[in-house]
């Protein structure tokens, strides 16, 4: 006698085991990282151009990974870019990357740019300073191993990692003599930050025209205080700007700032500097500083040098508001100025000036 026998599986049993088994073909979840360059301008020197040529993103879940570590997503440029740093200011922003990726919380981002010595993308160098119409090489110490960035980078499923990597060649740029050929060039020592332009807004404002004409140079710094235990009791600079926003030559617009309140210091030539207080920034809005400013002037400059070591440093000049005029029981100081340290003699390219002046509140 031939038997049949049936066995009973419930429904919810049966799609289960089908997904496990890897049945209907469930593909790996993505998001998105779109990679844009920024740039505040240069305070020291007028660089007419900084061009760096990018070839290749790499992008790691380990901030201590090292690149000959595994576990690396590269992601070559279809065609190596180049990208002018002293033109992104104000805001402004070049992307150099719109890439899938896969869902994770990634540590590590590294920018590759290209061989300076080489003219393959650009002449005379790939990575250049230009200064009164004259190109100089940028050199960039290690750059077969990339520019690294450090921080909490996560992409979700179908959503997009919008970042702006700043560069900052007010810092990142410094001139020197090279010692093997005598010729000024420039070294790119980059301390990378990044924002996320989905969380920002700005701060804008403008100077008299008397302020204007009495100085040749201005810049504006967000700044902010870090005071208590474990902190240096100073002032920070988050983001610093100049003159010429939208054509305007009194001008300025301090963007990219993180949500918060900061302290606009605003410095130049020839003028006292002065500080605006407790201004807040929103995300996604912008706040304006109000009527035009004017800079006092009459106090006059002085001009200084140092020699220090080590010779990749660099100087930091600081000054303090009276705090009897300021109504507060205590001052910290805030950043004026900084200068580079010429690497190969220890001091700077140049003289810097600094104000005679005490800081003024308005």
């Known amino acids: 006698m031939r038997r049949n026998y049936f066995l009973w599986i ?67 440029l279809a065609a190596p870019k180049t990208v002018d740093l002293a033109r992104l200011t104000d805001g402004a922003i070049s992307q150099i990357l719109n890439q899938t990726l896969p869902v994770g919380h990634y540590q590590q981002i590294r920018i590759l740019l290209a061989a300076t010595e080489d003219n393959t993308y650009l002449s005379p160098y790939n990575n250049e300073a230009i200064v009164g119409g004259i190109p100089y090489a940028l050199r960039v110490p290690d750059a077969d191993h990339g520019i690294r960035l450090a921080g909490s980078f996560q992409v979700v499923d179908g ?60 810049v504006f710094k967000a700044e902010q205080l870090e005071a208590g235990p474990g902190m240096d009791n100073t002032w920070h600079v988050r983001r610093f700007t100049t003159v010429g926003f939208q054509g305007d030559n009194t001008a300025f617009k301090l963007s990219l700032l993180r949500p918060g309140t900061y302290d606009v210091v605003m410095r130049g030539r020839n003028v006292d500097t002065v500080i605006v207080r407790g201004v807040p920034v929103v995300k996604g809005a912008n706040t304006d500083l109000g009527p035009a400013i004017e800079m006092p002037t009459g106090s006059g400059e002085f001009f200084a040098n140092t020699k220090v070591n080590p010779t990749g440093s660099w100087v930091n000049f600081y000054q303090t ?39 003024h509140l308005r």
């Open 10 to 76: 419930p429904v919810a049993l049966l799609v289960f085991l089908l997904a496990a088994c890897g049945g209907g073909g469930d593909s790996a979840q993505t998001g998105t990282a779109v990679l844009s360059l920024t740039d505040a301008p240069g305070d020291e020197i007028a660089f007419d151009n900084v061009l760096v040529t990018v070839k290749a993103v790499w992008f790691h879940t380990s901030d201590a990974a090292g690149e000959g570590d595994g576990g690396w997503l590269r992601y070559p």
């Open 159 to 218: 959503g997009t990692l919008n970042l702006a990597i700043d560069f900052d060649i007010g810092h990142d740029v410094v001139p020197f003599q090279n010692s093997g050929n005598g010729n000024r060039e420039f070294l790119l020592k980059p301390r990378l930050r990044y924002f996320d332009l989905d969380n920002v807004g700005s701060i804008t404002g403008k100077i008299d025209a008397a302020t204007r004409a009495a100085g040749y140079f201005f």
């Open 321 to 359: 508001l009276d705090n009897n005029a300021a109504g507060t029981p205590v001052e910290y100081p805030y950043e004026i100025r900084y200068r580079h340290i010429n690497p190969f003699t220890g001091s700077f390219f140049d003289n810097i000036a600094l104000s005679n002046g005490p800081i």
